[in-house]
């Protein structure tokens, strides 16, 4: 055990070393490492409460005329420290799209596995993938809110379902070439029971692939939330969230247009570096892209 790990460190750092070496790669892998970790660190780096009113209200940030050094990014239309609920809307962000992307992109990787695996199961399964996908993530948001009532609740389920889809497509596609493969054909020769072949073999050989697609995913994954979010259908307020916060901001653009810029902004980036490192990522572990 003691030898497997110590030649997998090796080869994951050469994976991450590969990954790096665009120097616009890097650059988006330490913003958005950054990010992560300053929203982890929300409660404790946040100059005020995320709920508190800390000054006067519309104050503009540092890079403006009238602006205060106590508010770096401004205040909103309640007085709220910006800085603050971005930190803290980025952290709900994230864990939304963490969230959606692990339960869809689980689910959606059985259904590809089984699809591959069973033959006979194949046709329905996926035309259940097919009547998922052809609802929009929008209209699933609207109907999952119908059902559970607008909350962080139905914008995971809603980013969860809409993420089935498309991983189970991708996961089928991969599992169908391993199946082709003789070591498959030579498993079920020496009566290895099915549930052994699909998680030590089959589901093993798929994961890369799968993993690198969820990381492409994510970034569409955020963007969507966001946008379910700004139509009303996510966290309720006072809750900070990035989609939540530039909707509630729109009111003031010609007033106080940093309210809705600044969270649209924060979005904007973190999908940006996120399309950029799965981008990266996909370079290095697609052998059929390697140099």
Excluded: K
Aim: hydrophobic share 55%.
């Amino acid at each position: 055990m003691a030898a497997v790990v110590a030649e997998a460190l090796p080869r994951r750092r050469s994976v991450l070393r590969r990954m790096l070496r665009g120097r616009g790669t890097a650059v988006a892998f330490a913003i958005l490492a950054t990010i992560v970790v300053a929203a982890l660190l929300a409660p404790w780096i946040a100059p005020y409460e995320p709920f508190a009113v800390a000054g006067r209200p519309f104050l503009p940030p540092f890079w403006a005329e009238g602006s205060d050094p106590r508010f770096w990014l401004g205040t909103d239309g309640q007085g709220r420290d910006i800085l603050t609920r971005v930190l803290h809307g980025t952290r709900l962000t994230l864990l939304m799209g963490l969230v959606s992307v692990a339960i869809g992109g689980s689910i959606g990787m059985a259904l590809g596995l089984l699809s591959a695996f069973f033959r006979a199961a194949d046709p329905y399964l996926m035309r259940l993938v097919d009547v998922l996908l052809s609802f929009p993530a929008i209209l699933l948001g609207l109907a999952v809110a119908a059902v559970f009532g607008p909350g962080v609740t139905a914008i995971i389920v809603a980013l969860s379902v809409a993420t089935i889809p498309d991983v189970a497509r991708v996961t089928r596609g991969a599992a169908v070439v391993v199946m082709g493969q003789d070591y498959m054909e030579s498993g079920r020769a020496v009566g290895l029971p099915n549930h052994t072949l699909i998680l030590r073999y089959l589901a093993l050989n798929c994961i890369s692939t799968v993993f690198v697609f969820l990381t492409l995913r994510f970034g569409q994954v955020i963007l969507i939330g966001a946008a379910l979010s700004f139509l009303g259908l996510g966290a309720r307020p006072p809750t900070a969230e990035l989609g939540m916060m530039a909707a509630q901001g729109r009111d003031f653009l010609f007033l106080a247009p940093h309210i809705a810029t600044i969270p649209s902004l924060a979005i904007f980036v973190i999908v940006l570096c996120a399309n950029i490192v799965g981008d990266a990522l996909r370079d290095v572990l697609d052998p059929r892209l390697r140099s």
